[in-house]
T-cell receptor, first 109, second 117 residues
Framework: DAKTTQPPSMDCAEGRAANLPCNHS???????VYWYRQIHSQGPQYIIH???NNETNEMASLIITEDRKSSTLILPHATLRDTAVYYC??????????FGDGTTLTVKP | GAGVSQSPRYKVAKRGQDVALRCDPI?????LFWYQQALGQGPEFLTY????????KSGLPSDRFFAERPEGSVSTLKIQRTQQEDSAVYLC????FGRGSSYNEQFFGPGTRLTVL
């Protein structure tokens, strides 16, 4: 399984866009990029996923580079409730998913 | 409908005891995953079921760990002769489709926090 690299922590001002990067340089052609977030004492929550095209939903946007070796999760208008650990994972949907240690995003008023 | 539920939410065991952790996935979900999450770390994959078949158990750390899903719905993770290093949050997740689907969002339960004294 491809491994991912994320910065351990980031800060963002409330109301501003939060851009969370992820490197997945060993991703293979049939692997998807998924993003989850985990708020303290809860299970991870799905945010968005993509293969090679950029994606947008009601929560976030996902920008995947053309070579697919990295991606960025964008929260367009961060709120205090977006403070969480964000995980970028790659999976070939064959079952196993490998989480790293994620990025702790702190949204500050 | 209800999400993924896990029980118990908290479990304290003495070293050497056996424990059983239960996961009730979302009804109709084909895939079921177990993860172990140590404090301050991301979830680590333990095992994967597609219906009742255990297709991947490569993440189980030792033969003391055993998981089953006999009827393709409820799953139990059993840990025999618990040790202190087994202390962690055990997360269960289910997803609607099986292997090979291009869309496989995992829905996580709240986890069971196991503390081994």
């Amino acid at each position: 399984d491809a491994k991912t690299t994320q910065p351990p922590s980031m800060d963002c001002a409330e109301g501003r866009a939060a851009n969370l990067p992820c490197n997945h340089s060993t991703i293979s052609g049939n692997e998807y990029v998924y993003w989850y977030r985990q708020i303290h004492s809860q299970g991870p929550q799905y945010i968005i996923h993509g293969l090679k095209n950029n994606e947008t939903n009601e929560m976030a946007s996902l920008i995947i580079t053309e070579d697919r070796k990295s991606s960025t999760l964008i929260l367009p208008h961060a709120t205090l409730r977006d403070t969480a650990v964000y995980y970028c994972i790659v999976t070939n949907n064959a079952g196993k998913s490998t989480f790293g240690d994620g990025t702790t995003l702190t949204v500050k008023p | 409908g209800a999400g993924v539920s896990q029980s118990p939410r908290y479990k304290v065991a003495k070293r050497g005891q056996d424990v059983a952790l239960r996961c009730d996935p979302i009804s109709g979900h084909v895939s079921l995953f177990w993860y172990q999450q140590a404090l301050g770390q991301g979830p680590e994959f333990l095992t994967y079921f597609q219906n009742e078949a255990q297709l991947d158990k490569s993440g189980l750390p030792s033969d003391r760990f055993f998981a089953e899903r006999p009827e393709g719905s409820v799953s139990t993770l059993k840990i025999q002769r618990t040790q202190q290093e087994d202390s962690a949050v055990y997360l269960c997740a289910s997803s609607l489709f099986g292997r090979g689907s291009s869309y496989n969002e995992q829905f996580f339960g709240p986890g069971t926090r196991l503390t081994v004294l």
